[in-house]
T-cell receptor, first 111, second 111 residues
């Protein structure tokens, strides 16, 4: 969905490095989410935000942090990356309780 | 946390065949969603269900919200090669806007 843009699309990095994944949206949605996808496990929620400066932990927040400084942007950080954080990461947005719309993902590999 | 059991995990069918997949949960959900994910892309919403017993169609796709609110199924009729992908169910409960995802059904269609 071109309305939800994730950067970078692919990233390979080393253990211990700080990584930031960016998400921006042009849909004007108030709510934004970060998910992690691993094979066979579906998508699991890392963090979500209902408005600027609002931050809520999801199912698997340990080892991650987020920032929502503007309505259109929601960034995900890995302060010190570890190999088991290798995964596909998705950003999603929604207007209120309506269904969520997803970006095309960031494939992150940590060596 | 909550889990959705999605089955089957994978299906390999002949073009033209009908497909059925389902999700079950030990908890009640207020909304059921079905998404499709193509390779290299994010999940795209196919069908949203909001009421127990609701039966909704989208072209060749039909989905139902189970009466017990603990299950949902998705049927695809007369499958075609572009139906290939991973299908996810997802559920919303009363506890905020957190979605719980099933593990996905990988569909492969032989021309």
């Amino acid at each position: 969905d071109a309305d939800v843009t994730q950067t970078p699309r692919n990233r390979i990095t080393k253990t211990g490095k700080r990584i930031m994944l960016e998400c921006s949206q042009t849909k004007g949605h108030d709510r934004m989410y970060w998910y992690r996808q691993d094979p066979g496990l579906g998508l699991r929620l890392i963090y979500y935000s209902f408005d600027v400066k609002d931050i809520n932990k999801g199912e698997i927040s340990d080892g991650y942090s987020v920032s929502r400084q503007a309505q259109a942007k929601f960034s995900l950080s890995l302060e010190s990356a570890i190999p088991n954080q290798t995964a596909l990461y998705f950003c999603a947005t929604s207007r209120g309780g309506e269904p969520q719309h997803f970006g095309d993902g960031t494939r992150l590999s940590i060596l | 946390g909550q889990q959705l059991n999605q089955s089957p995990q994978s299906m390999f069918i002949q073009e033209g065949e009908d497909v059925s997949m389902n999700c079950t949960s030990s908890s009640i959900f207020n909304t059921w969603l079905w998404y499709k994910q193509d390779p290299g892309e994010g999940p795209v919403l196919l069908i949203a269900l909001y009421k127990a017993g609701e039966l909704t169609s989208n072209g060749r796709l039909t989905a139902q919200f189970g009466i017990t609110r603990k299950d949902s199924f998705l049927n695809i009729s007369a499958s075609i090669p572009s139906d290939v992908g991973i299908y996810f169910c997802a559920g919303h409960n009363n506890a905020g806007n957190m979605l719980t995802f099933g593990g996905g059904t990988r569909l492969m269609v032989k021309p």
